[in-house]
């Protein structure tokens, strides 16, 4: 089956406008991640859904980020205004249950922004 | 405030050696602790993953190690090869939510 699908791979905005980056889990995982990557990082968490609910959202750096899945399958990343601090790979994961249960997170490509 | 931490940086060997890679966290309360694979421009694949009841995970060439006393996790590698160069990053789970908190991952070069 496919594993998570992150889209656009790249994208390159100007200061100041807003961006929406699209992840689509693996069908049926429960659980969805989105995590920030700086160049020659690791990975750092951004938020968190089990299903629909939006149960953690504290990695958020600025309420500039919002994040949503509405029917608890596809979510979107939005970044309202952007500055160049926010140029990073954002890395899309989705589990298959809810809490922790020795259950892996699965990892899509990641959305390259590049704010200019 | 958990810290993970990956000593070396990088590391360079020849093909045919074992990789012994590190990891260090600050607090001993983990559920989980993870380790991935991250090729160049791609997403991270998970290789192992330990649950806090246990000491290690085997698969294949690959065996890592959890003290949870001590803090440390350790990931061997056994009889590299080229195909093994990536960067790999470990990472705990420190809740029940599921969420990681990774170190900055050790670059491998495996030469052949």
């Known amino acids: 089956g496919a594993g998570v699908s992150q889209s656009p791979r790249y994208k390159v905005a100007k200061r100041g406008q807003d961006v929406a980056l699209r992840c689509d889990p693996i069908?049926?995982?429960?659980?969805l991640f989105w995590y920030q990557q700086a160049l020659g990082q690791g990975p750092e968490f951004l938020t968190y859904?089990?299903?629909?609910?939006?149960?953690?959202k504290s990695g958020l750096p600025s309420d500039r980020f919002f994040a949503e899945r509405p029917e608890g399958s596809v979510s979107t990343l939005k970044i309202q205004r952007t500055q160049q601090e926010d140029s990073a790979v954002y890395l899309c994961?989705?589990?298959?249950?809810?809490?922790?249960?020795?259950?892996?997170?699965?990892f899509g490509d990641g959305t390259r922004l590049s704010i200019l | 405030k958990q810290e993970v931490t990956q000593i070396p940086a990088a590391l360079s060997v020849p093909e045919g050696e074992n990789l012994v890679l590190n990891c260090s966290f600050t607090?001993?309360?983990?559920?989980?602790l993870q380790w991935f694979r991250q090729d160049p421009g791609k997403g991270l694949t998970s290789l192992l993953l330990?649950?806090?009841?246990?000491r290690e995970q085997t698969s294949g060439r690959l065996n890592a190690s959890l003290d949870k006393s001590s803090g440390r996790s350790t990931l061997y590698i056994a009889a590299s090869q080229p195909g093994d160069s990536a960067t790999y990053l470990c990472?705990?789970?420190?809740?029940?939510?599921?969420?990681?908190?990774f170190g900055a991952g050790t670059q491998v070069v495996v030469t052949p």
């Open positions: 994961a989705s589990s298959l249950r809810g809490a922790s249960g020795g259950q892996p997170q699965h």
């Open positions: 069908s049926g995982h429960v659980s």
């Open positions: 859904f089990q299903n629909e609910a939006q149960l953690d």
């Open positions: 607090d001993s309360a983990i559920y989980n």
């Open positions: 330990i649950q806090s009841s246990q």
């Open positions: 990472a705990v789970e420190p809740d029940s939510w599921g969420k990681l908190q």
